[in-house]
């Protein structure tokens, strides 16, 4: 530690910190532009020049190294001075356009020319004029003219996204924060640039225009699109979201989110917004209803079937970004009806999972713990897209020397530096945990498991095990193609060799902001009850399907549509009017997060509760407040709350902690898969696909992420079928076929194929872990 003096006080930090950290622990501002305490020190605006005793100069705050006995002055007269003059060199080709400026009235730099600006400007000349940039649909560099070459653009890209998108090309005044060659920013990230712009030149694009600041009223919730639980300041305008920043949180989301938690709540303002409930008549026109009559055809219709076809004829679906307490009531209702068929897991395959996992599956860990890991092993995930803010935590941890493995299923970029990787088949991921058990258990000196006897170690696997093994704070995480596998039981059981024998800990990412709250609310099958998977397979008289869009959320889209039309009855409960057309027979408009009171339980199993930030829009009605009607009129007991919270209270009461396992009890083993003469599909679900809001937001549609799917194949299949790149082929599975267009990707394993899910043109090839056959069209 050393010791040092500022403004007259007295202050100890670690050795190597600079005076601004000192400044910050008193509490003392040192004006700056360019320093960010999440990024490194670049002391490019000079704007935190402060008066260092015996010093010949002024020194900038955020780059001069605090030592022992050091005195500093912030404010005196010469620092002013210094810092004053920095402000006007600044401003001297800023152009004078506040009032129009999207950033005007929450600008670093308007706020700080009030205290250290002149009242008039020395400088005559004119002023540097830059061109616009184009960065895509999502951040605005319309008037880069405004940019202080402060580059914490370029940092972020860098340090923390992993990917240099943005870069500083000229000298002098000629520099410019630009692109390479014109490309537009990508980053799943890319919005919190906009946020570190200590200016106007970065904006939000579909924000722009929108509002002025202080027009708008700023609440606080939680993000539903994935298992992190971002902390969000919604900024409404009326009873309009116009606009998501994040709210600062160390142990969640730093300061940080990833832009489908910025940008989505365009889906909240949809065109499709339903209005008033829907029920369709005998002639089958959907007629506007009254609440009372709409709730009383649903009652009706669910005690028809339980009377003449029996409870288990009823199947509730839900999806893993609804509430605790939309999934405890919808749970409730099931159940009162004497089914056990309730499932909130749409894309789970292996219904043997279930008896394989002893308690609710999570992280295992907190979220801050992943950067502290110095070995980690992830298996089956698109992390970046999946879950974009662990990785980064992941990124930075391996900045810092961690080493990460992976077995995955396509060789996409993870922007973090990977020890050893595996890229197999989805039939393989289990026999390749199993090397990777066998080299453990050679290495380990310890007797081969017998379920892997026989089992040859590939290159792949003996790096992943020499890594894991070298560790003293490790992880195995099982990603979402992992849980999701026909033979998710295996892969589990055999992850859960490979962490004992490593002694790691084993964790799941889960897939959806409220995936471990969805076990605690009971919304699965026991006792028998059926799966989605298996409600779709043998389909049910009537289904209950809340918050979800089966074509687009479920594994197999086209056969859950086939089920709820076969159906005497379904009722949907959603936001939007054309999710449930096709299919329902009663539609009932219920909130988004935006416009309802819940809880979402995140991967490390926090529980995080969030008021309404907006008025329900038209004759919309929280969810659980209409389960809890439907519940009464169905003359169900135990459904007296009157809050979301005591809901929440019945589902979360007790010791949260002790209900969380990732124990497996299921027997490791290999592959029992066999691919046939045709291609493993290999399917992702862009990150801007995953749920309803997401993808009615029109800016993330227009991004490269959620351009139209194509069907992407190894080279060595390619040569084989006579395709060239471009090519439009045919894409046949058991279920249908569609054409689309041929890429080559070397980074697939051969013998398959990638085609996205989380599009109505690839729901008619069926299961995201089928085979199909790919011809020339």
Known sequence: MVELTIDGKKVEVQEGSMVMHAAHKLGVFVPHFCYHKKLSIAANCRMCLVEVEKAPKAMPACATPATNGMVVHTCSERAIAAQKSVMEFLLINHPLDCPICDQGGECQLQDLAVGYGGSDS?????????FHKDLGPLVSAEEMSRCIHCTRCVRFGQEVAGMMEMGMVGRGEHSEITTFV?????SELSGNMIDLCPVGALTSKPFRYQARTWELARRRTISPHDSLGANLIVQVKGDRVLR?????????????????DRFSYEGLNS???????????????????????????VAHALLDVRDQSGGDQIGALSTEYATVEELALLARITRGLGSENIDFRLRQTDAALDGALTGVPWLGMSVTDLETLDRALVVGSFLRKDHPLMAQRLRQAAKRGSQITSIDVAGDDPLLNLTARATVAPSAIADTLAQVAVALANIKSVDVPAEFAGVSVGAHAQKIAESLASGEKSAVLLGN???NAPDAARIVANAQMVAQLSGAKLGFLTAGANTVGGYLAGAMPVNGGKNAAAMFTHPMKAYIVLNAEPLLDADNGAQAIAALKAAEFAVALTPYASSAKEWAKVILPISPFTETSGTFVNAQGLPQSFKATVAPFAQTRPGWKVLRVL??????????????????????????????SNQVQSKPGLSTQHAGG???RVTDVPIYRTDAIVRRADALQASQASRQPVARLHPDSMTALGLAEGAKVRVRSTTGQIELIAENDATLPSGCVRVSAGFEQTAALGSAFGQLNVERA
């Open 244 to 260: 998501v920043v994040p709210f600062e949180n160390e142990d969640i989301n730093e300061c940080w989110i990833s832009d489908k």
């Open 271 to 297: 065109d499709d917004r339903l209005s008033t409930p829907l029920v369709k008549g005998d002639d089958g026109q959907w007629r506007e209803a009254s609440w009372s009559d709409a709730l009383q055809v």
């Open 481 to 483: 193609v992992a849980v």
């Open 631 to 660: 519940g009464n009129i169905l003359h169900l007991t135990g459904f007296e709350e009157e809050s979301s919270e005591s809901v929440r209270d019945a589902v979360l009461s007790g010791n949260i902690q002790s209900r969380l």
């Open 122 to 130: 020395r400088y005559n000349e004119e002023k540097r004029v830059v």
């Open 678 to 680: 045709a291609l493993q």
């Open 182 to 186: 014109g490309r537009s920013v990508e």
